[in-house]
């Protein structure tokens, strides 16, 4: 349980992102990483959008770390967010892993007791999965993951 609530968004799987969910389903931050840029890409996808490789992409595990680069705290959301408020939105710089390698800037909402009273830039974070289930006209329940942060 989050505080404030949040709701989750549907996402769209795919074969370039199942990987992620998969790893985000069992608590694990997997991104694709290119090896000729040495350089993870976020959004998860087949083609490195720098050097546009898909020969040399891999999985790698992240340690789910990471700094708050920049943030702003809404005071009342919009939309189906309208009955939350306040939150955090924040971009996280995120932890590689890896000697020498950045790893991505993720947009994320920063989430725990209080965080728009706590959040700062360069505040450390930790990767946290937002769960719920979901019931699908089509599907059934179906169980959502979603990558948030909290403050360390
Ligand atoms: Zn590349």
Redesign the pocket.
């Known amino acids: 349980m989050t505080a404030p609530f949040l709701p989750l968004a549907d996402v769209e799987t795919t074969v370039e992102n199942r990987p992620f969910w998969d790893a985000l389903r069992n608590g694990r931050l997997d991104l694709p990483y290119?090896a000729?840029?040495s350089?993870f890409?976020w959004y998860p996808r087949a083609i490195?959008p720098?050097?546009?490789?898909g020969n040399?992409i891999m999985w790698r595990t992240l340690p789910g770390t990471g700094r708050v680069y920049s943030y702003s705290v809404v005071a009342k959301g919009s939309g189906r967010w309208k009955e939350s408020g306040p939150y955090v939105v924040a971009y996280v710089q995120l932890d590689s892993g890896l000697v020498g390698v950045d790893g991505p800037r993720v947009l994320t909402n920063i989430v725990g007791d209080q965080p728009q009273q706590e959040v700062k830039v360069d505040a450390a974070v930790r990767m946290i999965i937002d769960s719920d289930v979901k019931n699908d006209a089509k599907l059934g329940d179906v169980v959502r993951n979603l990558l948030r942060f909290t403050l360390v």
């Open positions: 290119c000729p840029c350089a890409v490195c720098a050097c546009h490789s040399d």
